[in-house]
């Protein structure tokens, strides 16, 4: 072989090489497989997280839902996002993620919002008409802006890229920041909500995943019916709850408990509630659809509770009584 | 004194000689010559050190990540930049402009080409294999540089988002081809038809090919047009988006008109190689 | 049956300059000298017969067919060009293998062919170095070889010795020489008429882009020794040299340099008074001679002026 054909050779096996580099680098993406709903950019939640939840806020944006009740149904975490950076979520944001504890703390929230970020002129923003004061910071490379959030601590935004922001607390944030910078996934190191999230088919319009933890507030037990003695709630290890709201509003609840007693014995206790409600069809008729449009049932260890709500519905329960006296039904005529 | 010797026993059958080579061992052999005088030169030295340049850059945007400065800019985006602005747009076309003008040019002035033009070889195998040389030359000087920057831009964050920027590398392999073989059959046109053909291509790149940014139709008749369309390395930024080309064409139109346009070149190249007489003076 | 070089009424301009005017001659087999002054019209001789130039008008016609245009011919035939022009970075022996490739020759062939025309001259040890490295003489030679390794029917070489020293000279002239008597068709241009003496007795002459005459070397020789012939000579002694020569019946005249050093004399018969010079420049002491009609210059003035 001839030496140009030899620096020829060379070179097309540089490229050759590289291009088997650049296809097996895909492979040790970690964040390139995503996990039921959640994107491969949400394994940078914390790995302490009792939950997860997701929101596709197109999809959300787009419901009949937001159109009926956007002045109540905005989310909380969209107004925060909305005047920390002066981002448009309806317009810029695809997706918002959520993870955190219930049992609070100062890391304890963060979220992740997927879009389509002008990240030059949202820090130009921030920096200069953003409604809350911010002050720039440089934590891992990255540029992050850091707000006083009063006795909560300091909160803090930062551009991963020009699709992924991150936004909580300053301490959650400079975590996630530094799982960016060293590659690392550190939600992957949670096997219960991945677990879970596995579970839940990706596509709706709203998810959630949580651990016993997310539930540690409720009661241990609920009066029993008719005032009689208390019924005690069996735990519940996990839940998973998922919905859309187009055409109707619809609701999945899937709760784990220890045992199939234990599912059984939590359906009943669900449809007891059920019954209940509908039994207030005399004050309300509206209520006995709405518990017409619940079921509960169980399988093996899962309690499983699905709801389909039209929204005439929604807005008939909405509406005040003399309102829905005067838009009720005609009484029937003597 | 003994005879020259014929084929030895064996060996490949007597040449034909009522006939000229076959156009693609005529065009081989040509390559094989051309490649060792454009490898191992002086023109190919400087388009190195042009063409690896953005390895250089890579490395030093490397450098700032690991000093903790913050970059205005992400390592995919400024790989887009490199791509779409430095190659595309200047160095790719520089480098076809002074290879391929020379093809025929350089035989001529260093007399040689009369070795070339007393084989049996058709004269379209001859330009044909010279094409050939000079694209191997500078895809072999320039791919891997482009790998090279890919790979030290797109992980400089770590792995994480590189699955899709993977596809971008490869078709942006295939841009820097197809440029340098549309940009190099324009001018070696030039080169067969013109006595001095740089400063035109000069003209072209430089004047001609602007009208690229004047909305309309006219983008269409230009390379540049097509090339930059192809290249869809499109960031949100503002402060970015201005380096990229405004009108993106069809991609598909794209393909076509450049593939059908180098052809052309390469034709009508042809077609004036074959019919022109070089006379070559002590 | 047709020559191997066949010239029809071809003529060649470049704008207003005729550089071959109504040329018509059949080269038959054998060795041909093409002998004219510079300017003369024999580069473009060979060019047209090359294929490498279209004629103007008329026709060229090599092996059969039209030497424009037919670049199969080149299977049969070799061209060493006047121009000093190589890949300088090649060596030798890739100088040729590459060009035998183009030629159609499989690479063990290739190499074959190349090492014998490289022996042929005696050029095989210095195979390996670059072309850029040689000396004008082996440069010329490795022109040579390109031109004969592929074993040509028909031989264009112009001014195929030039810058060669005497030995490497006889050596291509025997080379040459023998390729006539194999019977190949040997075109050597030159403005030198002992160097193409050498090699044949049959040439074309050519001035001012026409063929003046062609045939035997003898009659040209004929036609010089009936042109005055003038020598000049150095000399310790002058003009004992002048008294030795002037007895001569050939002797036309005679004159002293204003140095008193030279004697220039002229003759009629040049070959009779070499002939009888050595004797009487050993007596008188010549340290230095040249003669300004050595060339073919002075010989075509002559000729076109009769």
Redesign the interface.
């Known amino acids: 072989m001839s030496r140009s054909r030899l620096v020829v050779f060379i070179s097309m096996l540089v490229v050759g090489l590289g291009s088997l580099a650049a296809v097996g680098a895909v492979y040790l993406d970690p964040a390139r497989a995503a996990v039921g709903p959640l994107p491969p950019e949400g394994l940078l939640l914390p790995a302490d997280a009792r939950f997860v939840a997701g929101l596709d806020v197109k999809r959300f944006t787009a419901s009949p839902f937001y159109k009926r009740f956007r002045a109540q149904a905005r989310p909380e975490a969209l107004r925060d996002l909305e005047e920390k950076t002066g981002i448009v979520p309806e317009r810029d944001v695809d997706q918002v993620l959520v993870a955190g504890r219930p049992e609070g703390g100062p890391a304890a929230g963060v979220a992740i919002a997927l879009g389509s970020f002008d990240t030059y002129k949202l820090g130009r923003s921030i920096e200069t008409g953003s409604k809350r004061k911010a002050t720039a910071r440089t934590i891992e490379g990255f540029t992050a802006y850091v707000f006083d959030e009063g006795g909560k601590g300091p909160g803090a935004v930062a551009f991963i890229d020009r699709q992924t922001l991150v936004m909580g607390s300053l301490p959650a944030v400079e975590a996630a920041l530094r799982s960016r910078s060293q590659g690392a996934v550190p939600l992957k190191s949670n096997a219960g909500l991945m677990a879970l999230l596995e579970r839940v088919k990706p596509g709706a319009t709203f998810w959630m995943v949580g651990d016993q933890s997310l539930l540690s507030n409720l009661p241990g037990s609920v009066p029993g019916p008719g005032g009689g003695a208390p019924v005690t709630l069996p735990a519940l290890q996990s839940l998973i709850v998922t919905g859309d709201l187009d055409p109707v509003v619809s609701l999945s609840i899937t709760g784990d408990t220890p045992d199939g007693e234990s599912a059984q014995n939590l359906a009943n206790i669900l449809n007891g509630f059920v019954g209940l409600l509908a039994l207030q069809a005399a004050q309300k008729p509206e209520l006995k659809d709405l518990a017409t449009a619940i079921s509960v049932s169980t399988e093996a260890n899962h309690v499983l509770v699905s709801a389909r709500f039209p929204y005439e519905l929604l807005e008939a329960l909405q509406a005040t009584p003399g309102a829905a006296a005067q838009t009720g039904p005609a009484p029937p005529a003597p | 004194m003994s005879a020259l010797p014929g084929p030895a026993a064996g060996e490949a059958p007597p040449r034909d000689t009522t006939r000229p080579l076959a156009f693609l061992p005529a065009a081989r052999g040509v390559f094989g010559l051309a490649l060792e005088g454009m490898v191992w030169s002086r023109r190919s030295l400087l388009m190195a050190v042009l063409l690896g340049l953005p390895v250089v850059f890579a490395l030093l945007y490397r450098g700032f990540l690991v000093a903790k400065v913050p970059a205005r800019v992400t390592g995919l985006d400024l790989y887009a930049i490199i791509v779409a602005v430095y190659y595309v747009r200047n160095v790719l076309p520089l480098a076809a402009l002074f290879y391929a003008t020379s093809l025929i040019a350089d035989e001529v002035e260093g007399r040689t080409l009369t070795y070339l033009l007393t084989r049996p070889l058709p004269r379209p195998a001859i330009l044909a294999g010279k094409f050939a040389a000079y694209l191997g030359t500078t895809l072999a000087l320039t791919l891997p540089a482009l790998v090279a920057t890919f790979l030290l831009l797109a992980t400089a964050r770590g792995f994480a988002g590189i699955g899709t920027a993977v596809p971008e590398l490869f078709r942006d392999m295939g841009v820097v081809a197809l440029a340098l073989a549309s940009y190099g059959a324009l001018f070696t046109l030039l080169g067969v038809v013109l006595r001095r053909p740089v400063i035109p291509g000069l003209l072209f790149l430089f004047v001609w090919e602007l009208v690229v940014h004047i909305p309309g139709y006219l983008p269409r008749l230009t390379l540049t047009g097509w090339l930059g369309s192809l290249v869809h390395h499109q960031p949100a930024e503002e402060g970015l988006a201005g380096l990229f080309q405004r009108q993106v064409l069809p991609v598909g139109e794209g393909l076509v008109v450049l593939l059908a346009a180098s052809a052309l070149f390469l034709a009508l190249s042809v077609w004036v190689f074959s019919r022109r007489e070089y006379v070559m003076e002590q | 049956m047709t020559a191997p070089l066949e010239y029809a009424r071809a003529s060649r301009w470049y704008g207003p300059v005729i550089a071959l005017n109504d040329v018509s001659v059949a080269v038959p087999p054998g060795v041909t000298g093409l002998l004219g002054p510079n300017g003369a019209g024999k580069?473009t001789f060979l060019?047209l017969a090359?294929?490498?130039?279209?004629p103007s008008q008329g026709e060229v016609r090599l092996l059969g067919r039209p030497a424009w245009g037919s670049?199969?011919?080149?299977?049969?035939?070799?061209?060493c060009?006047?121009?000093?022009?190589?890949?300088e970075?090649?060596t030798g022996l890739e100088f040729l293998t590459?060009?035998l490739?183009?030629?159609?020759?499989?690479e063990?062939?290739c190499r074959?062919?190349a090492e014998?025309?490289l022996h042929?001259v005696a050029l095989h040890d210095a195979k390996d170095r670059k072309v850029g490295g040689y000396s004008k003489g082996m440069r010329q030679r490795v022109k040579l070889a390109?031109s004969?390794?592929?074993?040509p029917d028909v031989l264009l070489l112009d001014e195929p010795v030039s810058g060669m020293d005497p030995v490497n000279r006889r050596r291509v002239i025997d080379?040459v020489k023998?390729m006539g008597r194999e019977g190949k068709t040997v075109v050597v241009s030159s403005h030198i008429l002992h160097e193409v003496e050498a090699m044949t007795r049959r040439v074309l002459l050519i001035h001012n882009g026409r063929i003046l005459a062609e045939g035997d070397v003898r009659e040209i020789r004929d036609l010089m020794d009936e042109h005055p012939h003038t020598v000049s000579l150095r000399a310790r002694d002058p003009r004992h040299l002048a008294r030795a020569v002037v007895a001569s019946p050939h002797v036309l005249s005679l004159s002293f340099g204003a140095d008193g050093e030279w004697l220039t004399v002229q003759t009629a018969r040049p070959d009779e008074f070499y002939s009888a010079l050595p004797e009487a420049a050993v007596e008188a002491g010549v340290t230095e001679m040249y003669s300004p009609d050595e060339d073919l210059e002075s010989v075509f003035r002559y000729l076109v002026a009769r």
């Open positions: 580069s060019k090359a294929g490498l130039l279209a670049p199969e011919a080149f299977h049969r035939v070799g061209l060009p006047e121009v000093d022009a190589f890949w970075h090649l590459a060009l490739r183009l030629t159609g020759f499989g063990k062939e074959e062919r014998n025309a042929q390109q004969i390794a592929h074993d080379l023998k």
